[in-house]
């Protein structure tokens, strides 16, 4: 594996899991009445790499499941990811 592949694999790692728990702390302020993250914040760690993350967080947290942005964006930002990553890797 050379160096660009070893970056972007630990930076998805990290994306992803920052976005996990981006998704878990802003369900416990939910709960608590206290002060959210902006769902732009939310979408644009999807945009930005953590798709799968905020799915994982969506789902494992039940959160943002019945906002239509969430429900159908995520899922539509990862796919548009993942086709991105294929084209790269057969064009790179």
């Known amino acids: 594996m ?3 592949h ?15 728990f981006v998704y878990g702390i802003d369900k416990y302020k939910a709960k608590k009445a206290k002060w959210r ?23 494992v947290w039940h959160h943002k499941t019945m906002h239509k942005k969430s429900k159908y ?9 993942v086709a991105l990553m294929a084209y790269l890797h057969m064009n790179l």
């Open 37 to 59: 993250i902006p769902e732009v914040t939310l979408l644009l760690l999807a945009v930005l790499g953590g798709s799968i993350g905020a799915w994982m967080g969506m789902k």
């Open 6 to 20: 070893s970056c972007l694999t630990y930076y998805l790692l990290a994306i992803n899991t920052v976005t996990f």
């Open 2 to 4: 050379n160096t660009l």
């Open 73 to 81: 964006g995520i899922p539509a930002i990862l796919l548009i990811l």
